[in-house]
């Protein structure tokens, strides 16, 4: 057994190289004496399996980030990180959350297993270990967890598809120990929600995981209207966010979770601000002050948005009333809107 963990950091540096698989599973076995599951180890190497070992929470930690296994065998009790925070801090990362974790300890009391079942493991056995029983138990889970990978494979070809025609996903995992955690997104989502909320994955923005809770039970109904929008201004760009479908239940996180597919989708304005310049031959900024009348912001607004005092903002509109022949910002206001609805039909004032 002393080889296999001397192979380990080659392993570590050409991961790429050395992981087939195509033709094999990659097991990671993780327990602080490994010289105890010599019997095991060689078992499913000679069954075709690869095997990676990990003598520590930490390492296994690395290890599964960096390896991405196919399977995990856990000991539960070992010292500093057992294995219930092992898996669970497994479970809490996006690219781990999918692995199936076999406990194996030699604890039975019930407890320990509820224990181990609760921190996400899909199933245990008891020491001393039997390798045809463990081979036989990761056959299960490891079919489970194949069309399970081939499931998301396909969703998530279908999800980025969208990101080329400026739809962007995710995924928010409601309910459960992973309530309200962001579990999947494309890029463009990742940059989108950066941009406007300036948070990354796993935090759901506080805004968008509100209104996700405020509608999911009426969204999760048959044949239930979709409920309301969700949608936030960046200046003349708009993110809205409709909630698309439950994706289904996640198991793995706990009873009552489920997963929600979010679709978004970045609108922006200043195509609507050109055609206002062009229209009434007015200058960049003055378009952009008609633009922020058109959207119902007083002149003090206006100064905020584009950074400028009330006093420039009204030199401004004076300007625009003097162009478009009125003598009021409703009259202003009317006129544009009727130009870039013959221009612009989608435009929402």
């Known amino acids: 057994m002393s080889s296999v963990l001397d192979s380990v950091p080659t392993l570590d540096r050409k991961l790429d190289h050395t992981l087939d698989r195509a033709n094999s599973d990659v097991v990671l076995i993780v327990d602080d004496v490994p010289d105890n599951l010599s019997v095991l180890h060689d078992a499913l190497d000679e069954s075709g399996y690869t095997v990676l070992v990990a003598t520590s929470g930490e390492a296994a930690l690395s290890r599964a980030r960096q390896a991405v296994p196919d399977i995990v065998l856990l000991d539960a009790m070992m010292p500093g990180m057992d ?18 974790i076999i406990f194996m300890t030699g604890l039975t009391e019930t407890e320990h297993l509820v224990a181990a079942l609760e921190a996400g493991g899909v199933d245990y056995v008891t020491k001393p270990i039997k390798p045809k029983e463990v081979m036989a138990r990761m056959g299960v889970h490891l079919q489970g967890a194949r069309r399970a990978r081939q499931e998301a494979r396909q969703a998530g070809q279908a999800r980025n598809a969208l990101d080329a025609f400026g739809y962007a996903s995710i995924t928010v995992r409601m309910g459960g120990p992973g309530d309200g955690r962001l ?53 003349p760009r708009r993110l809205t966010f409709r909630l698309h479908r439950h994706t289904g239940d996640a198991g793995g996180d706990g009873e009552g979770a489920s997963d929600w597919l979010v679709v978004m989708r970045e609108i922006s304005d200043d195509a609507v601000i050109e055609a206002m310049s062009l229209s009434f031959k007015l200058t960049a900024r003055e378009a952009e002050v008609l633009y922020w009348v058109i959207k119902g912001k007083i002149n003090r607004d206006i100064a905020g948005i584009l950074g400028a005092s009330p006093a420039t903002v009204k030199k401004h509109l004076e300007h625009v009333y003097a162009k478009l022949g009125v003598e009021t910002r409703t009259a202003a206001a009317g006129m544009a809107l009727n130009r870039i609805r013959q221009l612009h039909p989608q435009f929402e004032a």
């Open 183 to 235: 579990i999947w997104q494309t890029p463009l989502a990742r940059d989108l929600l950066m941009r406007y909320y300036g948070t990354s994955a796993p935090q759901t923005p506080e805004a968008v995981l509100n209104w996700l809770r405020r509608h999911q039970a009426e969204a999760g109904r048959e044949h239930e209207l979709e409920p309301p929008r969700l949608a936030v201004e960046l200046g």
């Open 83 to 100: 294995g219930f925070e092992v898996a669970k801090r497994l479970k809490a990362m996006a690219e781990t959350a999918h692995i199936p």
